[in-house]
């Protein structure tokens, strides 16, 4: 589903970014390009100054997920991203985009990741937004979906963690 302009998932974008970025080992100068490149940000290999304000970045929307004060945050981020938000077309058809016309790269994926989570919180509401419950697991979500709640950052987490029960409930 999208959920912000550019014809970019703006809360998958901050999930991603924010677990290539805190979770485990962290991902490579190259891999957040690639990270981008996957959600559909039409840019150029990001400078050294792109990736370390990135990083900052991912920091920053970490606490949306499942802390307290979500909405105050996202408020503050929202508060500290230029955000002009504008029609474009070019030559991908008519679509939203949420930074200043002419932003660089941090600028676009930082609007597009706020937005992108404010809308999540806005349609969904806060308790969507979470860290995965697997144990050992410290990836976040964005339950965006209808159904059930989510409780797990994927499927192979949520598989792990039920056989796990299963396995302790079977030697109890």
Known sequence: METSGYRINGAGTAVALVNAVTSGAGSSDRGLAEL???HRYLVPEPSAA???????????????????GVIALLNEL????????????????????????????VDRVRAN????????????????????????????????????????????????SSAAAFRARRAS
């Open 36 to 38: 981008l490149g996957a």
């Open 78 to 105: 929202l508060a500290d991203v230029p955000l002009q938000p504008h029609i474009s077309d070019h030559g991908l058809g008519p679509h939203l985009h949420y930074g200043e016309p002419g932003a660089g790269l």
């Open 50 to 68: 792109d990736v370390d304000r990135l990083r900052d970045w991912a920091h920053r929307l970490r606490p949306a997920f499942g802390g307290p």
């Open 113 to 160: 990741t706020a937005f992108g989570l404010a809308l999540a919180v806005c349609e969904h509401g806060a308790e969507r937004l979470g860290c995965c419950k697997a144990a050992g697991c410290d990836r976040v979500y964005a339950d965006v979906q209808r159904g059930p709640r989510r409780r797990y950052c994927s499927r192979a987490c949520q598989n792990r």
